[in-house]
């Protein structure tokens, strides 16, 4: 665990309490199963989710270990993993024109052994390595009204720089090499 200065630990603990009472208020709606129901249980218990991550995130020092695309000679691409129709795949930014529409697609292998996506990927130009990344906590979520509360949950995203979109990456733990 990276170290964090006594104010940053503090915030941790903060949140953890919040988090904490957060699920106290959840226990108590359904408790008395008033009217107040299920959307205020699920708002305290999504809050309190959030809550956590965002303490856990601080303990990590604002970085998580995610997925990044590398070209074969080891150097990072301009590329975001996206859920698809057709599953997940990578966006290829261009570096010209970050927010613009994809210079490419890739989709990585699905093999079951390591050796042959990477392989397979290798075969496509690329390889997926691992990167420890700034970090920011987001409510996310698909669709609207119901359904869109239905699929929210608190996850990660990658701090991104506004002019560029590159996520801002501290360290490369794997470049694929």
């Known amino acids: 665990m990276p170290e964090i200065t006594p104010e940053e630990q503090a915030k941790a603990d903060s949140y953890r309490e919040q988090a904490k009472a ?29 809550l956590d991550l965002k303490a856990e995130l601080i303990e990590q020092g604002g970085v998580i270990e995610t997925s990044a695309l590398f070209d074969l000679s080891g150097h990072l691409i301009l590329a975001k993993e996206i859920e698809t129709r057709f599953g997940w795949a990578w966006m290829i930014l261009d570096p010209e024109n ?22 397979t990927n290798a075969a496509k130009g690329y390889y997926i390595g691992r990167v420890k990344a700034k970090a920011y906590i ?19 995203q990658l701090w991104r720089n506004e002019e560029t979109g590159a996520p801002e990456i501290m360290e490369i733990i794997d470049n694929g090499q």
């Open 22 to 50: 957060s699920r106290q208020r959840a226990y108590e709606s359904f408790e008395r199963s008033d009217t107040d129901g299920f959307m205020s249980q699920w708002a305290s218990t999504i809050t309190a989710n959030e």
């Open 98 to 119: 970050p927010k613009g529409q994809a210079k490419a697609w890739f989709n990585p292998s699905k093999a079951k052994s390591e050796s042959t996506r990477r392989k």
């Open 138 to 156: 987001k409510i996310i979520a698909s669709g609207s009204g119901m359904s869109g509360a239905a699929s929210a949950y608190p996850g990660y």
